[in-house]
């Protein structure tokens, strides 16, 4: 398959009252879950929703998951989470995060997940169907 260039997306979260510990900071562990809601609405953007890749008989485990933390978020800060992903045909899919308060980095980091058939639980490249969107999302960009 053809190396497609990387695709970016951005995506709001604010942040809860239950996201915050005792002090008064986002928890340590919230940014994954931050992570997890840009990386969803990347694939969405791009078409594929995770239900969907679900529905077609695949998962993406995740494998590794690194965050590190610059500045406190708080209660009711709004944040952009920025995802950066390099589509590769390849079983491994790694993501790349930066959350950002206004122009302020708050966490950056990267998850690595891979593409697995759910019924052999097996590693698999990525689906056709995946690819395509991808592509097509590209072609709408370009």
């Not at 500045?71 to 950002?100: F, G, I, M, N, S």
């Not at 759910?118 to 960009?141: I, M, N, Y």
């Amino acid at each position: 398959m053809e190396e497609l260039p990387e695709i970016v997306h951005c995506t709001q979260v604010r942040v809860r009252y239950a996201d915050t510990d005792q002090m008064g900071v986002v928890y340590y562990a919230a940014y994954l879950v931050y992570f997890e809601v840009g990386r969803t609405e990347l694939l969405r953007a791009c078409g594929v929703a995770y239900r969907e890749l679900e529905r077609q008989g695949y998962l993406l485990p995740v494998l590794e998951a690194h965050v590190t933390y610059c500045a406190p978020a708080h209660y009711d800060d709004e944040l952009t989470v920025r995802t950066r992903y390099q589509p590769r045909y390849e079983p491994r899919l790694r993501l790349e995060y930066e959350v950002l308060r206004q122009q302020q980095r708050i966490a950056i980091g990267y998850t690595l997940h891979a593409f697995m058939d759910a019924r052999r639980w097996r590693p698999v490249r990525p689906p056709k169907f995946f690819w395509e969107a991808l592509r097509q999302r590209v072609k709408q960009c370009t």
